[in-house]
């Protein structure tokens, strides 16, 4: 036929989990998932997560202190002190403190500010006090040796505070992994590029690094690549040649006639799949080229993000041995009948209302291509690739879209 386009067809629409599985196994075989470690300081450790055990380097507090505003004292000057029958200190036998400032032998004990009265050469202690009493004691809060953060565990604002307080200014974390975005399209315009006719402007890099470092990684954006196979394959040597964990190219894994990604891939080195049985999401495709791990990511955006979260995500939990971004589920009644292709794993939008009876699931129409439809949902009915046809009426369960700021 002449002038006819010929179309590639998908290698195999693999499984999902089994697409999953041969690209963290590919991963792995890499050395992507193996532990790698760096020192930063404690302040910068935000998020991150600890490769080594943290304790305390010295007691916190480090040595007695006043826990109010007063006077150190020794406790037994004050026995048998009463508002009507004050004991008289002269100077030398107390000493002016603040909360949080020490308390020096042979003081052991503090008298709040309101129980003293101002005397000549000295004071009036209107109250008894007990031996320790308004003293924190050395170590009370975090004694030398205590464990502040285990392997595996995340720096949060306040296991940050407490490894400065015991000593440790300088902690050790699992390296970032580090992942190349690679925009490929003739018709794409950098994001802040004024909008010319037939072409739209490149976004999912966007999304892709704002995820990628929700997750715990870095993110390095690749300038955008047109849809011609020469400038593509000199874009990926070069990323070969750099210290990337994974790189990950978006569009031209698909069928058109601007889709070069399998073809270079399966003679750049090894194309692990093409096309993985799930919606939206089926375009994407794995390869090893170059002792590297290279994962082609639709163009669509809700594919996109589909595909991010289920390979992408599942390689940071791998990695950190945490999950991530566990909004939970929830129960409610289907508005509106789905119906999904046997043997496709389907992630519908939805969108959750309150009612008098209960939690409604509302799918919302519209395809791969629709932002809208991720940014106004609540959540993701996930359909098995056993199951054609959910009724309207039905329960089902509902993951939530994390939110987070």
């Not at 007063?70 to 406790?75: E, H, I, L, P, Q």
Request: hydrophobic share 40%; proline share 10%.
């Amino acid at each position: 036929m002449g002038g006819a386009v010929v179309r590639r067809r998908y290698l195999e629409l693999v499984p999902l989990a089994e697409a999953r599985e041969r690209f963290l196994k590919a991963c792995g075989k890499l050395g992507v998932l193996a532990p790698r470690e760096e020192e930063v300081h404690a302040r910068n450790a935000l998020g991150r997560v600890a490769s080594r055990e943290v304790r305390a380097r010295i007691p916190s507090p480090p040595a007695p202190c006043a826990a109010m505003d007063g006077y150190a004292v020794r406790s037994a000057d004050t026995f048998g002190a009463k508002p009507s029958a004050p004991r008289f200190l002269g100077e030398g036998s107390f000493l002016p403190v603040d909360t949080g400032n020490p308390v020096p032998s042979p003081f052991d004990a503090v008298v709040p500010v309101e129980e003293v009265e101002g005397a000549p050469g000295g004071i009036e202690v209107r109250r008894a006090v007990a031996p320790g009493q308004h003293v924190r004691a050395a170590g009370e809060d975090f004694p030398e040796g205590a464990t502040l953060v285990l392997p595996g565990g995340t720096f949060t604002p306040e296991a940050i505070a407490a490894c400065i307080a015991t000593g440790n200014p300088r902690v050790w974390v699992k390296r970032k992994l580090r992942l190349l975005f690679i925009p490929t399209g003739s018709e794409l315009l950098p994001p802040d590029a004024p909008l010319q006719p037939g072409k739209v402007h490149e976004t999912n890099s966007i999304v892709f690094r704002a995820h990628v470092e929700r997750w715990g990684g870095e993110a390095e954006i690749h300038p955008i690549v047109p849809d011609e196979p020469g400038l593509l394959e000199r874009a990926l040597k070069e990323a070969l040649e750099a210290d990337y964990d994974l790189i990950c190219i978006c569009a031209g894994s698909s069928k058109g006639r601007g889709d070069h990604i399998p073809g270079l891939l399966s003679r750049m080195g090894e194309l692990l799949f093409h096309g993985v049985a799930m919606a939206p999401g089926k375009p994407t495709l794995c390869g090893i080229v170059g002792e590297r791990p290279v994962l082609g990511l639709p163009g669509y955006p809700v594919s996109l993000w589909v595909s991010m979260r289920q390979f992408l995500k599942p390689l940071f939990e791998e990695y950190y041995g945490l999950p991530l971004e566990r909004e939970g589920k929830v129960a409610g009644v289907l508005k509106r009948r789905v119906h999904s292709p046997l043997g496709t794993r389907e992630f519908v939008r939805v969108r959750l209302e309150e009612t008098e009876e209960g939690t409604s699931v509302i799918p919302l129409p519209g395809g791969s291509s629709r932002l809208s439809t991720l940014l106004f949902a609540d959540g993701i009915l996930e359909v098995p690739e056993e199951v054609e046809f959910i009724p309207r009426g039905a329960r089902v369960e509902v993951e939530l879209i994390p939110r987070g700021r």
